[in-house]
């Protein structure tokens, strides 16, 4: 699996991180609806953060080209997530951190270790912007996952009332850098 600044190239495994273009997020819609059925976000959420922040989005490719998973990225207030499927006019003057809003992979290609390669990116990049830290919602029970990645749970009164919103698995997460 390789990472692409450009073009994607055809790598062995097939695979490869990609930055997602507007003709990606039909596919992104898609993979979304399996990876989180009970955390609805339209195809109008995914062209407003890339809109927004068109670095922080990137696509896993098949060989084919096809997205496979994909993830999305901004910059965004500490301690505070955006409600789940509503547009964003700006990024906040006020970011403290790099937000990551989604990561989602189709089931077809889970398990093969795409998720690190691609997180790893947005956190040295994240670094060198001068961001302190990721950050994250885990529902799904995926706050192991993301302990996995390099995160850890932080549990604040601000965000408590608007996690009720992600359901009760719902964990917000930091990853210093």
């Given at each position: 699996m390789e990472l692409q600044d450009g073009p994607a190239e055809h790598?062995?495994?097939?695979?490869?991180?990609?930055?997602?273009?507007?003709?990606?997020?039909?596919?992104?819609?898609?993979?979304?609806?399996?990876?989180?059925?009970?955390?609805?976000?339209?195809?109008?959420?995914?062209?407003?953060r890339l809109a927004l922040t068109p670095s922080g989005c990137f696509v896993l490719a098949g060989a084919d080209g096809a997205a496979k998973g994909y993830l999305v990225a901004y910059p965004w207030r500490a301690n505070d997530a955006p409600a789940l499927n509503t547009l964003?006019?700006?990024?906040?003057?006020?970011?403290?951190?790099?937000?990551?809003?989604?990561?989602?992979?189709?089931?077809d290609v889970r398990g093969r270790g795409c998720a690190r390669p691609i997180v790893e990116r947005l956190a040295?990049?994240?670094?060198?912007?001068?961001?302190?830290?990721?950050?994250?919602?885990?529902?799904?029970?995926?706050?192991?996952?993301?302990?996995?990645?390099?995160?850890?749970?932080?549990?604040?009164?601000?965000?408590a009332a608007k996690l009720q919103t992600y359901g009760p698995d719902a964990r917000y997460m930091l990853r210093r850098l």
């Open positions: 790598p062995l495994s097939g695979l490869t991180w990609r930055p997602m273009t507007v003709a990606d997020l039909d596919a992104v819609a898609q993979i979304a609806v399996i990876g989180f059925p009970d955390h609805f976000e339209g195809l109008e959420c995914f062209a407003n964003i006019e700006a990024i906040p003057g006020d970011a403290q951190v790099m937000y990551l809003h989604d990561l989602a992979l189709h089931p040295g990049e994240a670094r060198a912007a001068g961001w302190p830290a990721l950050a994250l919602v885990a529902v799904n029970d995926a706050a192991p996952f993301w302990e996995g990645q390099g995160f850890a749970v932080v549990e604040t009164a601000e965000m």
